[in-house]
């Protein structure tokens, strides 16, 4: 055992004052910089809708899958997690999705929840993307 000192009870006692008022001037300097949010109703009519202007969609995969989250749904075994996986290596790794439409790099999150490592590896090989990850 090495030499330790034992800290007595009032050091221990400063000590969590010290974080504690730490933590709360964290929290008070954190809360000030918040912006304060216009509360939006969460209706619309439909002339409301209608007299609406929206910037374009900014595309993940142009002409097929819009920025944001998007669900692939359909009957099983039809390739809803090979596509998946394609685009979101791609987009990933910022090349060509689907081999033909060009889509700007950025950011995926993939959840393949079904899946297991071996899937999902055997998944990037048949999908022919594990010959960009060899070294």
């Known amino acids: 055992m090495g030499n330790f000192e034992k800290a007595d009870e009032n050091e221990l006692k400063n000590i969590q004052e010290e974080v504690n008022k730490k933590v709360e001037e964290e929290r008070n300097e954190f809360e000030k910089n918040q912006v304060k949010r216009k509360i939006e109703p969460l209706w619309y009519t439909a002339r409301e809708l ?6 374009p969609p900014r595309w993940a995969v142009p002409g097929l899958i ?12 039809i390739g809803k997690s090979f596509l998946a996986l394609n685009l979101g290596v791609a987009i990933a790794e910022g090349w060509k999705a689907l081999n033909k439409i060009n889509v700007e790099k950025g950011s995926v999150l993939y959840l393949a929840l079904e899946d ?18 060899t070294t």
Do not use: D, H, S, W
């Not at 998007?70 to 075994?77: A, D, F, I, S, Y």
């Not at 297991?116 to 990850?133: D, H, I, Q």
């Open 116 to 133: 297991t490592e071996l899937r999902l590896k055997n998944r990037l090989v048949n999908c022919n993307l594990c010959k960009y990850f």
């Open 66 to 77: 819009a920025q944001g989250v998007t669900l692939l749904c359909g009957k099983p075994k």
């Open 50 to 55: 209608f007299e609406m202007e929206f910037p």
